[in-house]
């Protein structure tokens, strides 16, 4: 199948490039916190970086790629860190293509075109993060889409693991709990859910928790993205007012954590809102659901990391291919102006982005943003054409909902 032909090739482009590169600032990051793991372990990391700002379970695996590493007989292959911190997410594309695949030939209301199948196999934004970045998202997106995929196939238990695992990666996929959990919710298996997805998480949290829960939460649950690189905060920090000009991810001045807190109530009212009042609906809704939290995410986020671009790909894909098409364009641009400036130029080896490099690729983080605006609206417009009751505050809406 031409698909799968792309995917494999995509797959050894991907390795190529990791076996011989080192990636970004995120790569040289791993490192160090794998070398602070082996000496000093979990809290003392937590306690000492702001930057480490991962589940345990990243923890343990950078320890043992980082052990893995300095062993003669990967060291004679010249399989480094950079390799071993990469493979899981270059797996883990491929993976995503053939549930995908399986999911667009399951139904005719699940059928993605070939040409957008196949852009998403090969797709560049995925090269270049997957292959070249060096962090652990694509992991983390494949977990979330095998947990939407098992609601799918009506699984609630095997739902609540695969979305306790994306969890253990990073825990942004928390955003899109409610939409998971209320679509079991409208069926009767929310238990079931619950049960799996609480049960796996306090296994796998159980060393932070019981034993420095402040620096856990502190570190992992309340971290914020950079201010001033991604969308309205970038727009703020162009007025060049001096209370939106700090940029950085902690200790935010007032009027930068009053807009964050802001951003953050706004689209956690929003996700709860999609969440709630599509609970009852089947099929391919689900997907979509996912799909509009994570855009909605994106237009408001108060920071967005480059290789954030691969969390909405696989559900925007399945949304609307076109809208998919015009968001990988821009979304490509973007990350090649990036990953080229802060590496100086192509061929890529190591690319390193400073404080003075973010004034030159920031205003290329546009194009995407722009593109997610565009079909935020687009979207809302042609669900407002097809069911007017959406309105805001209209007639149907008061009457539907009984106020």
């Not at 679509?183 to 998480?201: D, E, H, P, Q, Y």
């Not at 706004?266 to 009852?280: D, G, H, P």
Request: net charge positive; proline share 6%.
């Amino acid at each position: 199948m031409p698909v799968i032909g792309l995917a494999l090739l995509a797959l050894a482009l991907k390795l190529a490039i990791a076996y011989s590169t080192i990636g970004t600032n995120d790569t040289l990051s791993f490192y160090g916190f794998a070398k602070e793991l082996s000496q000093h372990r979990l809290e003392w990391t937590y306690q000492h970086s702001y930057y480490f700002n991962h589940p345990p379970l990243i923890a343990y695996y950078l320890q043992f790629i980082g052990y893995l590493s300095h062993q003669e007989i990967f060291h004679s292959c010249g399989v480094t860190f950079p390799f071993l911190l990469r493979l899981p997410g270059i797996v883990a594309d491929f993976i995503v293509v053939l549930v995908l695949l399986r999911l667009s030939g399951r139904s005719p209301e699940f059928r993605v075109p070939t040409w957008a199948l196949a852009l998403f196999a090969i797709s560049p934004v995925s090269l270049m993060v997957s292959g070249f970045h060096g962090n652990t998202d694509p992991v983390m997106v494949m977990f979330l889409v095998l947990a939407g995929y098992m609601c799918l196939r009506e699984r609630p238990v095997l739902s609540g693991i695969f979305f306790a695992l994306s969890c253990q990666i990073k825990v942004i996929p928390l955003l899109v709990l409610p939409i998971i959990f209320f679509f079991w919710l409208a069926r009767g298996a929310a238990r079931r859910f619950a049960v799996s997805f609480v049960l796996l998480s306090v296994i796998m949290w159980a060393q932070p928790l019981t034993k420095f829960p402040t620096l856990f939460l502190k570190n992992v649950l309340a971290y914020n993205s950079f201010w001033g690189l991604w969308g309205i905060t970038y727009w703020l920090r162009l007025t060049q007012l001096r209370v939106f000009s700090t940029v950085t991810f902690f200790n935010l001045p007032p009027a930068e954590f009053f807009v964050v807190n802001v951003l953050k109530l706004l689209i956690v009212i929003s996700v709860l809102t999609i969440a709630w009042r599509r609970r009852v609906l089947h099929g391919r809704a689900l997907v979509d659901s996912i799909a509009y939290a994570w855009i909605i995410f994106f237009v408001f986020s108060p920071g967005v990391g480059v290789q954030y671009m691969v969390w909405l790909a696989p559900f925007v894909l399945v949304l609307s291919p076109s809208f998919y098409g015009w968001l990988t364009a821009a979304s490509t641009v973007f990350l090649f102006f990036f990953y080229d400036i802060t590496a100086n130029g192509f061929p890529w080896y190591i690319a390193i982005s400073t404080k003075n490099l973010n004034t030159v690729w920031t205003p290329w983080s546009l194009w995407p943003w722009a593109v997610l605006i565009a079909g935020l609206f687009y979207l809302w417009r042609k669900a407002i054409a097809a069911n007017p009751s959406l309105r805001l505050f209209s007639i149907e809406t008061l009457r539907a909902e009984k106020i």
